[in-house]
Each structure stands twice: as C-alpha cells, then as structure tokens.
C-alpha cells in the first residue's frame, strides 16, 4: 500500500513527478508500470490539484469507446477540424504524438490499471467547423467506490465545495438530469433520494462521499493504481528547487514536513504544478484583463501559483507565452465564504438553459450565452472598455431559478435566503427593481429582455443564433421546445448574479518537444527535464476547440513522458513496435 509517506533526509528513485493532478500522475503509472521507481510529491496536503475539481472529461479523438461504439472516424478528420480551430499553430508536431498516442493511453489505462472509462459519444465538440463532429471524441471516468483507497482517501481533494451538494459531486449528463428533474418526476425523486441517503450515510461513516464522479472519480481510480504499483506519494511536499549535476537535472529539493528533503531521480523529473492561475506577477505580465495581477478569479486551486514554471526557468527552459490567449478562460461568480474572503464559482451549466440571459454593463446582450465557457468570457473580453474591469450579469426569471438554479443559488427545493442576504443573488419584484440592484440602467434591461423575449416565445435567436449548434442544444434542457436553449423571461421575481473573469487553469507554460521534454531558449532539451499538464505550454495554442483539450492531451503526455523514461519512447505513425510488450 502506497499511503502518504513521512521520511526526510535523502532519497533515491528513478522519476520524481512533482505535482498529483492527472497528467503527473499519468506520468507516474505508467513509468511504474514498466518497472520504474516513481516518487509524487504534492505541494499541499490533498492530492490531486485540479483534475480533482475538473469534470473529469477527456478529449481524445479515435479512442477505442468510440471506435466500439462504431464511431470509427478515419485520422484525417481531427486533423481537419484543429486545421479549422488553430491556423497555422496546427503545424505543431506536439499535435500529432497527441492524436497518435491518445487512443493507446486510453486503452493502456483500461488495460492495465484502475482506470475505467465511460464515453462521451454524444458530445460535440465546441463549434461546427470543418471536421467536427457530434460526439465520439470525448471519454471520462467511471465513478468510483472511494473505500478502495483505504487510508489513502483522506488525502484526495475533496470536490470543489460551492458546485457540489454538501460536498458530493453530481455527474454530468444523466444523474445531473435526474437531479433537476427530482421534483417533476417519481424515477428522479427516486434516484436523488437513493443518492442523498448515501452520501448521509457516507458523511456519518466516512466524513466524505465514497462515491465519487467526475473528476474525482479519476483521480481516485488514478491514485488506486499508483497505490497498486507502489508509487510513492508525498503530500504537504513542495519542490523548492531542482538538482543539476553536469548540466543534467537529477533530483529536486523538496520540504516535507517542515524539513528538507534531496530527492535524487535517476532517470528525469517532471513538472506538473498545475500551471499559474493564482500567480499574480505573471497574471499581471499576460492577462490583458488583470493588469494588476488581482482581476483574475480563477477557480482552479489557489495553491497553483506557478511552481513548475519557476523551477522550470531556473533550470534553463523557456516558458512559451506565444499563445492566442494565455489562460482557459471561464466566467465566474464570487460566492461570500462568511470571512471576509469569496469562493469562485464557475458558471459551466446553467447558461444555455431557457429563461437565462447575459447582459454587460450596458444591459445588452453580448454573446450566444449557449455557447462554452471560453467563448463566453472572450466575448465579454471583446465587449469590455480597455480602461475598466469586466463584468457582467447572468439574469433569469423565476421559474428558471426555481428550475435550474443560478450559480451558487440552488434551484427548488433549496431556499434562496442566504443566497440573497449574502449579497450574492440580485433580487427584484420587477425588471427595473432588478436594474437598480444591478446599477444597470432600467430602459435599456427592459428593451433587453423584452427584444429577446419577442424571439425566444417562437424558439429562435436571430441576435446570436443560440440553440442553433449541437454544442448548444446539448447543453440545454432536452425537454424544453422547440429549442432547448431558449425561454423567455416573463415571471418575476428577476434574479442575477455578477459575473467576473476567471479560467479553469492556464494556457501558457514551459515550451516542451514531442516526448515532453522541457527546451531552453535554443530549442534544446534541458536534460533530465519535463513538463506535463498545465506546466506544459498548451498543444492548442491558446485556443479551446473542445471540451476535454486539457486533460486529454495531459494525460496522453504523462503517458509519453513515463515511456520515453523506461525507454519506450512514442512511435511513428504507421510503425507499429516489435518488442510485444505490453504499451
């Protein structure tokens, strides 16, 4: 059993990952699997950073769900459609080792280790370019009976607390269904019932949910089968500087439990920090929108300051900030936590659901509020003044409050009191009560509303063409028509909530090779050194053509990195290995 360890002094292994999101620990898995000794040691006392938080889907075109499922696109069609999405930063040759090798660490995964997957063979990718298609690019995890981790469930981060219910996290797709339907149907009343019980029994047993979804469920079959091949895992251990010997990274420093620890790796280390989304000198050097470093509101983990970069700088790599945007950016409401402080609220589902609308500070509508999350915020970014900070405003009428809910403010049954007295959740008996709360002005919200309710009765949008896309009916309410994204907003009382820029994690990183290998400023591998996740320069370029395009490319290149380290380095396409070992 490979439970948190406590030693101090020297160590010895032939990896060191530092960081225990799933791209490190893909990493780590995989090097051990070929027989690797593999340390992870974890900057803060839970594992898992923020794949632990994400909802725990994967894009990885041609996978073997799919390719059973019958969805067998041939390898021209990805290409084309991230041809279509990036421009000429398709040309990277990261992309390819990605396409490649994403469907065999899918199946590595399933085959050897803890790992069970699901598919996502009816999500579309982002937008209807030239080679995209409506679902089969997509895989996620199982959940997962948290028991198996024995001991070592107490150190695996618990899900982001302001999305979950009392700290149990909720499925996407059909259990989410389920819990919006609980009050419409008697199978869904059923399911949310058996659900709560069982999470009430888990918190008086446990002090936690044992089942867990999402992104937590990958991290947990992650950290069972790291714990099945003995891999090393330290927790409250952050790295505090590399070792180098003849220009070569052998090892790290790392502090543990308040003491120093040289940690010698003989075959390389990697960094997967988590990438810097609460580090405010480089926010302030990158983001246009937070030139100050503080108009940033991330929601991934605070601890992701920017760790591995440094460390990375300071060996010699160069971080890439040559992206279209730097950040995955998010849109985000701050939710009072009672102590003078705000949790970060990111705003992923209820957006395309009918009955909601976004207005900027005019009190216009600016975006297809159906549309995902990143190109949400960079509307909102085109919209707003240079020289003042971005907002804007989510707003919905009753009914679809009660039905959806509106961020942290739960739909029906929960009650709206806290919500509303924290200052969180605006509240008006009418529209231009609504107004005043919101310092927008009164005649401009209502002609708003009144232009998009005219549209939205006969189910179109002729401003932003919301529902038209299958991304966008997706995400909307399957049982609502004739389009499942639009309603008009017509019972009062009106409700909104303030909406800020924030992101799920950061684009830019270490500039890496094909086998995720750290290079300097000459383009050459710093030796003993690599990156993985968001400490690696994104693949995409700074755009966000699909869910999915962190964790997937995250994963598949832990899981080149951990080959390249036991000698099993990717191959070319089309020339398949001759060795017969397992992949």
Same mark, same amino acid.
């Given at each position: 059993?490979?439970?948190?360890?406590?030693?101090?002094? +020297?160590?010895?292994?032939?990896?060191?990952?530092?960081?225990?999101?799933?791209? !490190?620990?893909?990493?780590?898995?995989?090097?051990?699997?070929?027989?690797?000794?593999?340390?992870?040691?974890?900057?803060?006392?839970?594992?898992?950073?923020?794949?632990?938080?994400?909802?725990?889907?994967?894009?990885?075109?041609?996978?073997?769900?799919?390719?059973?499922?019958?969805?067998?696109?041939?390898?021209?069609?990805?290409?084309? =459609?991230?041809?279509?999405?990036?421009?000429?930063?398709? #040309?990277?040759?990261?992309?390819?080792?990605?396409?490649?090798?994403?469907?065999?660490?899918?199946?590595?995964?399933?085959?050897?280790?803890?790992?069970?997957?699901?598919?996502?063979?009816?999500?579309?990718?982002?937008?209807?370019?030239?080679?995209?298609?409506?679902?089969?690019?997509?895989?996620?995890?199982?959940?997962?009976?948290?028991?198996?981790?024995?001991?070592?469930?107490?150190?695996?981060?618990?899900?982001?607390?302001?999305?979950?219910?009392?700290?149990?996290?909720?499925?996407?797709?059909?259990?989410?269904?389920?819990?919006?339907? +609980?009050?419409?149907?008697?199978?869904?009343?059923?399911?949310?019932?058996?659900?709560?019980?069982?999470?009430?029994?888990?918190? #008086?047993?446990?002090?936690?949910?044992?089942?867990?979804?999402?992104?937590?469920?990958?991290?947990?079959?992650?950290?069972?089968?790291?714990?099945?091949?003995?891999?090393?895992?330290?927790?409250?251990?952050?790295? *505090?500087?590399?070792?180098?010997?003849?220009?070569?990274?052998?090892?790290?420093?790392?502090?543990?439990?308040?003491?120093?620890?040289?940690?010698?790796?003989?075959?390389?280390?990697?960094?997967? *920090?988590?990438?810097? %989304?609460?580090?405010?000198?480089?926010?302030?050097?990158?983001?246009?929108?937070?030139?100050?470093?503080?108009?940033?509101?991330?929601?991934?983990?605070?601890?992701?300051?920017?760790?591995?970069?440094?460390?990375?700088?300071?060996?010699?790599?160069?971080?890439?900030?040559?992206?279209?945007?730097?950040?995955?950016?998010?849109?985000?409401?701050?939710? %009072?936590? !009672?102590?003078?402080?705000?949790?970060?609220?990111?705003?992923?589902?209820?957006?395309?659901?009918?009955?909601?609308?976004?207005?900027?500070?005019?009190?216009?509508?600016?975006?297809?509020?159906?549309?995902?999350?990143?190109?949400?915020?960079?509307?909102?970014?085109?919209?707003?003044?240079?020289?003042?900070?971005?907002?804007?405003?989510?707003?919905?009428?009753?009914?679809?409050?009660?039905?959806?809910?509106?961020?942290?403010?739960?739909?029906?049954?929960?009650?709206?009191?806290?919500?509303?007295?924290?200052?969180?959740?605006?509240?008006?008996?009418?529209?231009?009560?609504?107004?005043?709360?919101?310092?927008?002005?009164?005649?401009?919200?209502?002609?708003?509303?009144?232009?998009?309710?005219?549209?939205?009765?006969?189910?179109?949008?002729?401003?932003?063409?919301?529902?038209?896309?299958?991304?966008?009916?997706?995400?909307?309410?399957?049982?609502?028509?004739?389009?499942?994204?639009?309603?008009?907003?017509?019972?009062?009382?009106?409700?909104?909530?303030?909406?800020?820029?924030?992101?799920?994690?950061?684009?830019?990183?270490?500039?890496?090779?094909?086998?995720?290998?750290?290079?300097?400023?000459?383009?050459? %591998?710093?030796?003993?050194?690599?990156?993985?996740?968001?400490?690696?320069?994104?693949?995409? !370029?700074?755009?966000?053509?699909?869910?999915?395009?962190?964790?997937? %490319?995250?994963?598949?290149?832990? =899981?080149?990195?951990?080959?390249?380290?036991?000698?099993?380095?990717?191959?070319?396409?089309?020339?398949?290995?001759?060795?017969?070992?397992?992949?």
């Amino acid at each position: 059993m490979s439970a948190p360890s406590t030693y101090h002094g +020297a160590e010895e292994c032939d990896l060191l990952v530092v960081g225990s999101g799933a791209a !490190g620990l893909a990493a780590a898995i995989t090097a051990a699997h070929h027989g690797l000794r593999v340390i992870v040691a974890e900057k803060t006392a839970y594992l898992g950073g923020t794949s632990a938080w994400s909802g725990g889907w994967l894009w990885i075109p041609r996978n073997p769900l799919a390719v059973e499922a019958g969805i067998d696109e041939p390898a021209s069609a990805p290409h084309r =459609y991230l041809q279509s999405e990036l421009g000429n930063r398709a #040309a990277d040759p990261r992309l390819e080792v990605f396409l490649e090798n994403g469907p065999q660490m899918v199946r590595f995964f399933r085959d050897h280790t803890a790992v069970e997957w699901i598919d996502g063979n009816r999500i579309p990718d982002f937008h209807e370019s030239p080679g995209y298609i409506k679902g089969g690019r997509s895989v996620s995890a199982k959940p997962f009976d948290a028991r198996q981790l024995g001991q070592l469930i107490d150190k695996l981060r618990p899900p982001l607390g302001v999305i979950s219910l009392w700290g149990m996290g909720i499925a996407s797709g059909a259990e989410m269904a389920h819990f919006f339907n +609980a009050t419409r149907r008697p199978k869904s009343a059923l399911y949310v019932t058996g659900r709560l019980l069982r999470h009430v029994r888990d918190l #008086a047993l446990h002090g936690r949910s044992m089942r867990l979804v999402n992104g937590n469920a990958l991290v947990g079959r992650l950290l069972k089968s790291a714990q099945d091949l003995h891999v090393r895992l330290l927790t409250d251990a952050p790295a *505090t500087g590399l070792i180098r010997q003849d220009g070569q990274v052998t090892g790290a420093s790392v502090m543990h439990a308040g003491k120093p620890v040289n940690i010698t790796a003989r075959r390389g280390v990697v960094l997967a *920090t988590g990438g810097f %989304p609460h580090d405010p000198a480089r926010i302030a050097a990158s983001f246009g929108h937070a030139p100050d470093g503080n108009g940033h509101f991330s929601a991934a983990p605070k601890t992701n300051t920017g760790d591995g970069l440094r460390l990375g700088e300071i060996a010699g790599g160069l971080v890439d900030m040559d992206l279209e945007q730097p950040g995955a950016w998010a849109p985000v409401s701050l939710v %009072p936590d !009672g102590r003078g402080g705000f949790h970060h609220f990111p705003h992923l589902v209820e957006r395309a659901k009918p009955g909601i609308i976004a207005v900027d500070a005019s009190g216009r509508r600016f975006v297809n509020e159906a549309d995902s999350y990143y190109d949400f915020m960079q509307a909102l970014f085109a919209r707003s003044c240079p020289d003042e900070p971005s907002h804007a405003w989510l707003i919905c009428d009753h009914r679809a409050q009660r039905r959806y809910g509106l961020g942290w403010s739960k739909p029906f049954p929960f009650p709206l009191g806290r919500a509303v007295r924290s200052g969180y959740l605006k509240r008006g008996a009418s529209l231009a009560e609504l107004a005043v709360a919101c310092d927008l002005p009164a005649d401009r919200l209502a002609e708003t509303v009144a232009a998009f309710n005219a549209s939205a009765n006969s189910g179109a949008d002729p401003e932003y063409h919301r529902g038209e896309s299958a991304y966008n009916r997706v995400q909307g309410d399957p049982d609502h028509g004739p389009n499942p994204c639009l309603g008009p907003l017509t019972r009062g009382p009106f409700y909104a909530v303030r909406i800020v820029p924030g992101s799920l994690g950061t684009f830019a990183g270490l500039k890496t090779d094909t086998a995720g290998r750290v290079l300097d400023a000459g383009g050459q %591998p710093v030796p003993g050194l690599f990156a993985a996740g968001n400490d690696m320069a994104s693949i995409m !370029g700074g755009h966000y053509p699909s869910g999915g395009i962190t964790l997937g %490319p995250g994963m598949t290149f832990g =899981y080149v990195i951990g080959r390249t380290l036991a000698g099993h380095p990717p191959q070319p396409r089309d020339t398949p290995e001759t060795t017969g070992e397992a992949p």
